[in-house]
């Protein structure tokens, strides 16, 4: 959504830009449409219930990355705060249930930490965020290894039905998903917070103008993405069962690829959750139709990137050169 | 606005001297910790380590003074060392046709990134994002999971040839290479633009100057220089599985960066990069010569990467 | 000195990751033999042909496995199977979990896999069970968990031991010794450690300088070993399994001058390994057969017919002596290649 700015430097409210949004979603559309034709494998209830289940812990990362990327920034280090999550989880639960709610919270508690010194030393150290952001994917992927080089610990028995568990048919994890991306549509379209976001990443020159805090406003995404990636990182552990210490990896990327998928602009001031979660969709649906199509892996690499730069150039051309 | 003066800006200058410092501090702290760093032999072992990410950097370089970036060079250094090594097949006289064809397959993807780029604008992140994970799998399809190909005999012997005793043939081609791409870069007129238009796109239009052309030539050098990159790690650890370059574009990116390329564009430079690169190795190695586990190697490399540009940063702000 | 509390802090992780661990001694060994012989009754998973079966790689970007799938399919063609279905997780255990799933999705009859992390997929193979579809682990370790109906194991202790033993007799029992390893906290680079922590209990004049992880990778371990010979002045023998390995930590002695001095361990049945076996004369093979993959697809016929199966399988490493390297080396081929029985039609690529 692009913020407009009266001639007197104040935020009037945002235009809605749902182009980007609405051509991902109808672009997956589409595609369920034909592979539910072509496949009966995919148009399984079972098999759509996996699909969200698979989409869940992505989903999650992604929505925070959204913040992040209508910021104007990148992160880099959302996966392997995820996967910090998920090994020390295991190890403190132990299966236990009874630890369920305390390590939930301590494990949100540090997504939003590592968000927040992120956005501290971005705003101190002015460095540029993908600096920033893979430097501190380093330092944690070193931390997880110290710490333990093989699978520990087990999730508690909730996170467990959590993450593999459904009602009626629909996934937990899917109610959760759906749930927290309605909060954070609300918040990045209608509160006052979203407002300034979006100006601090589109124009971040006119938003300090007309009073936006930008230091602080990207320290509050940083430490949202944070939380999101926590957030995924307790669902994740719960589909592995075990403190994996690589599960985060690569999860960074595709949450980007997701963001931009959905509509986002990688310079900031445009972003969408509801593009964000149809990206999300796009790339499960990837896997998940070459995989019933019987499609070799290495093929399916090289679709999954012929269709990253696809969609991005044709997200370029829709929007007419307007960088 | 007015144009920025041809030569680089103070705080380039500034900032080049400061990856020197930065290698000369690392240096010290290694010889301090094992007097192996002072075994030129040793040394020949690291300049050689370092040679393909540092030719593979030397490319990217040139891509970030535009004020871009190369995220595909990881998946074109498996690529080529694959396709290479297929290419010989364990004869000799196939040895220049297989190099020349790896070159031309980086050079391929290389045009690929850069007309995309030039003639979309689109973010050159994602979109080289998107060619590396379509060339990894073009790099998986060709090899089918195998790193096919065998080496000429005499290639890695060649290159692995200590002049002197001492001095890699491979060492020595990087050190080329880089001396080549700094000519490039400081007396070429391809150079004098690539640090016009990375430091203010749209004057530089305005201005006349063939943005588009400088652009995909940018992109095809970095797609060429990761070739280069993939003959030189064929030549230095032989056929040794069909990813051998995976992870490498972020490596090659934290080495450009530390030595004074940053993001915004129309700064840096070849010398820095190449202080970058040692940095980096020096770094590795220290951590394995003093028996701490590898894993601390990540946690120094993340450490290093955000230190320096933090005092970049301040130095950029400083000179400006 | 900083670097010095710092490299006693590692040595202490590393030594407690080792330490809880501490798997098969020689009790453990008997205790995961009777476990394996163990009969299971597949009555339940019998299926009328022709069958479909999946195979969940949990990655396929290694020759070895791609050899042990090759070996699956050549199997397969001896039976009648109407399809096989292949998905490869890269690594990612979660996107194992959705390979499995989408694979139960397209009714198969059987799955074989091999696992990124054994504990990652343990649930999701349970479900698969449950569902009437028989499991069968490829070429990793004995596995004795509920949602594995059978394994084509091999085992990394014996490995470790018959190499270790072997280095000992070469070594004459005495020297200093370096350990290199595959990726840390896989149960090859544990039980391969513990083995041979295990044989060098009778050996009091081997000094074990350095334990290292390459990686499975030639460049890794190359670079390790230029290190550790600027360390150690003189290292007297190296004990590496994995040939891929031997190859980089064999070049690193030569390059400097000091292959003289070093006896090497016997490595696999790598091609590239191989080939230097035959052109130095010393080291031999202890192998780590990708034909556990054929093994596994014999199993999971039977299965399919109903008929009993053991719950492990093992696939037994034998030792080849350098002097008999010549029948299994393929000089024409790659080095990223593996001695093999595989009829032609079969071979990779």
Redesign the interface.
């Known amino acids: 959504m692009r913020v407009a700015l009266s001639p007197a430097g104040r935020l009037r409210r945002p235009l809605p830009a749902v182009s980007g949004a609405a051509a991902i979603w109808a672009l997956v559309l589409l595609a369920a449409v034909v592979a539910a034709l072509l496949l009966p494998a995919f148009r399984s209830p079972e098999n759509l219930a996996n699909l969200a289940r698979q989409s869940a812990v992505l989903g999650l990362i992604a929505l925070g990355q959204t913040f992040v990327i209508a910021a104007g920034l990148?992160d880099l280090s959302v996966g392997v705060i995820a996967g910090l999550v998920v090994v020390l989880a295991c190890a403190l639960m132990q299966g236990d249930p009874g630890a369920m709610v305390w390590v939930s919270a301590a494990m949100l508690a540090l997504g939003a930490g590592i968000g927040t010194v992120n956005g501290l030393?971005l705003n101190l150290?002015?460095?540029?965020p993908?600096?920033?952001t893979?430097?501190?994917?380093?330092?944690?992927?070193?931390?997880i290894?110290?710490f333990t080089?093989r699978s520990v610990g087990r999730p508690s028995p909730q996170l467990s039905a959590l993450a593999n568990g459904s009602v009626m048919g629909v996934p937990h994890s899917l109610i959760l998903l759906l749930a927290v991306a309605a909060a954070l549509h609300v918040l990045l379209t209608r509160a006052r917070f979203g407002h300034h976001l979006l100006a601090a990443g589109g124009q971040p020159e006119a938003a300090r103008r007309a009073g936006v805090n930008v230091e602080r406003v990207r320290l509050a995404a940083l430490a949202l993405a944070g939380f999101c990636a926590a957030a995924g990182g307790l669902v994740l552990a719960g589909r592995l069962g075990t403190g994996f210490p690589l599960a985060g990896a690569g999860l960074e990327?595709d949450s980007?690829?997701a963001v931009?998928l959905g509509g986002a602009?990688?310079?900031g001031g445009r972003a969408s959750v509801i593009g964000t979660l149809g990206g999300v969709l796009a790339l499960a649906m990837l896997s998940n139709v070459l995989n019933l199509m019987g499609v070799?892996?290495?093929?399916?690499?090289?679709?999954?990137?012929?269709?990253?730069?696809a969609a991005?150039?044709l997200?370029?051309?829709r929007r007419g050169?307007q960088? | 606005m007015s144009v920025p003066p041809l030569a680089e800006t103070l705080a380039g200058v500034l900032a080049r001297h400061t990856a020197m410092v930065m290698l000369l501090a690392i240096f010290l702290a290694a010889v301090m910790?094992?007097d192996?760093f002072l075994?030129p032999?040793?040394l020949g072992?690291v300049l050689r380590?370092a040679a393909p990410l540092g030719i593979a950097a030397i490319g990217v370089t040139c891509v970030m003074i535009l004020g871009g970036v190369d995220l595909s060079v990881g998946a074109v250094i498996s690529l080529t060392a694959v396709v290479c090594?297929v290419a010989m097949n364990?004869q000799p006289e196939a040895l220049w046709p297989a190099v020349a064809l790896a070159c031309a397959v980086g050079l391929g993807v290389g045009l690929v990134n850069g007309v995309?780029i030039a003639v979309?604008?689109?973010?050159p992140?994602?979109?080289t994002?998107?060619?590396?994970?379509?060339?990894?799998?073009?790099a998986?399809?060709y090899?089918?999971?195998?790193?096919?190909?065998?080496v000429s005999p005499g290639f890695r012997e060649a290159l692995?040839l200590r002049l002197g005793g001492w001095m890699p043939v491979l060492a020595l081609g990087f050190l080329g290479l880089a001396a080549l791409g700094y000519a490039v870069q400081r007396w070429s007129v391809f150079g004098r633009q690539l640090f016009l238009i990375g430091a203010n796109p749209r004057a530089a239009t305005l201005a006349g100057l063939p943005v588009r052309r400088v652009t995909i030539a940018a992109y095809a050098l970095s797609g060429l220089f990761g070739a280069l990159a993939g003959v030189a790690?064929l030549a230095?650890?032989?056929?040794?599985?069909?990813?051998?370059g995976q992870g490498m574009e972020?490596q090659v990116?934290?080495a450009v960066?530390l030595g004074g390329t940053?993001?915004d564009g129309g700064r840096g430079g070849i010398p820095g990069t190449v202080a970058g690169v040692l940095v980096l190795v020096i770094a590795f190695?220290l951590v394995?010569?003093?028996?701490?586990?590898?894993?601390?190697?990540?946690?120094?490399?993340?450490?290093i990467?955000?230190l320096a540009?933090?005092l970049y940063?301040r130095l950029g702000?400083a000179g400006a | 000195m900083l670097?010095v509390r710092?490299?006693l802090a590692?040595?202490g992780?590393?030594a407690l990751c080792v330490a809880a661990s501490a798997p098969a001694a020689q009790e453990t060994l008997e205790a995961q033999r009777a476990a394996a012989a163990e009969p299971v009754d597949t009555s339940a998973f019998r299926r009328d042909p022709p069958y479909r079966i999946g195979v969940s790689a949990g990655y396929?970007?290694?020759?070895w496995?791609?050899?042990a799938l090759q070996h699956i399919r050549w199997e397969a063609s001896l039976h009648p199977i109407s399809e096989i279905i292949v998905t490869d997780a890269a690594f990612n255990p979660a996107k194992q979990i959705a390979d499995i799933e989408d694979l139960m999705q397209r009714e198969i009859d059987l799955l074989i896999y091999w696992p990124v992390d054994d504990r990652a997929i343990e649930d999701t193979l349970s479900r698969v069970v449950e569902r009437g579809v028989a499991t069968v682990q490829a070429g990793g370790g004995f596995n004795d968990h509920p949602g594995t109906i059978t394994s084509a194991y091999i085992s990394q202790w014996e490995l470790g031991e018959m190499v270790a033993r072997r280095l000992m007799e070469d070594l004459g029992g005495q020297g200093r010794i370096i350990a290199m390893l595959p990726i840390a906290g896989t149960t090859a680079a544990v039980d391969q450690l513990a083995a041979l922590e295990h044989v060098l209990q009778e050996f009091p004049d081997i000094d074990l300088a350095?334990v290292e992880?390459g990686d499975w990778?030639?460049?890794r371990a190359?670079?390790?070993t230029?290190?550790l010979l600027?360390?150690f002045p003189r290292i007297d023998g190296v004990f590496s399994p994995a040939g891929?390995m031997s190859?980089?930590v064999a070049e690193a002695f030569d390059?400097?001058g000091r292959l003289d001095e070093v006896t090497m361990s016997p490595g696999d049945e790598y091609n590239?390994w191989l080939k230097w076996v035959a052109q130095h004369g010393q080291g031999g093979a202890v192998t780590f057969p990708p034909r556990a993959g054929q093994v596994a697809m014999q199993a999971a016929m039977r299965i399919l017919a109903g008929e009993p199966v053991t719950r492990g399988i093992q696939v037994p490493s034998e030792f080849i002596p350098p002097d008999e390297i010549g029948a299994h080396v393929a000089m024409?081929?790659?080095?990223?290649?593996w001695a093999t029985a595989l009829p032609d039609a079969f071979l990779?690529?």
Not at chain 1, 134 to 143: E, I, K, R, T
Not at chain 2, 236 to 243: E, K, P, T
């Open positions: 990148i030393l150290l002015r460095l540029n993908l600096i920033l893979f430097g501190m994917l380093s330092v944690l992927q070193g931390a290894f110290t080089d990327l980007i690829v931009v602009l990688l310079a070799s892996s290495f093929v399916q690499t090289f679709v999954k990137g012929a269709v990253v730069v991005v150039i997200a370029q051309a050169g960088a | 910790v094992s192996a075994d032999r040793y072992n380590q090594a364990g995309l979309t604008r689109v973010s992140f994602i979109l994002l998107g060619t590396g994970i379509a060339v990894v799998g073009l998986q399809i090899s089918g999971g195998t790193a096919r190909g065998i692995n790690l230095r650890s032989g056929v040794s599985g069909s990813l051998s972020f990116l934290a960066v940053t993001f190695n394995n010569i003093s028996g701490l586990s590898f894993h601390v190697q990540l946690i120094l490399m993340g450490a990467i955000v540009s933090a940063g702000r | 670097a710092q490299t590692a040595l992780v590393a396929l970007s290694n020759s496995v791609v050899f350095s992880y990778n030639r460049a190359k670079q390790i230029e290190n600027q360390r891929q190859i980089g390059e400097a590239g024409d081929r790659p080095d990223d290649w990779p690529n």
